[in-house]
């Protein structure tokens, strides 16, 4: 086992990974869909389910002293590319100033949700 590699958040016991895992400088945030603050699904419109999910991903980075300032890229699965629009709206609230790497794909999740997003985040060790 590689010591400088720590899992991050409470693992699901039915699944075989953690929320988030820190190696070296750097914080790796698996999938994550609209759930809020208990885990449970949140169901709505694709703004609503865009700021849950990053609400989500905020949730996890700040168990190691992270936040969204510190992504470096994201990876969003839209489950219609038609919303598109839409979700890079409520996107752009969140990183106003655009200084992340981003990519976007048209997916079906393995979950209900119309949106995914997994993301790295930089946050040097002290």
């Avoid at 699901?12 to 609209?34: E, K, T």
């Avoid at 470096?72 to 752009?92: H, M, P, Q, S, W």
């Avoid at 997003?117 to 946050?123: E, F, L, S, V």
Wanted: aromatic share 8%; net charge neutral.
């Amino acid at each position: 086992m590689n010591d400088a590699i720590k899992p991050i958040g409470k693992k699901n016991p039915n699944l075989p990974f953690h929320p988030g895992v820190r190696a070296g400088d750097y914080i790796f945030v698996s999938g994550q869909v609209a759930k809020d603050e208990q885990g449970n699904m949140c169901v709505g419109n694709i703004e609503e389910e865009t700021r849950w999910t990053l609400e989500s991903i905020r949730r996890i980075l700040a168990l190691d002293g992270a936040d969204l300032s510190d992504v470096v890229k994201i990876t969003v699965y839209l489950e219609d590319a038609r919303d598109f629009g839409r979700y890079n709206g409520v996107f752009k609230e969140f990183f106003a100033e655009g200084r992340i790497a981003r990519t976007t794909v048209e997916a079906r999740a393995v979950v209900s949700c119309k949106i995914e997003m997994d993301a790295i985040a930089y946050k040097p060790v002290r």
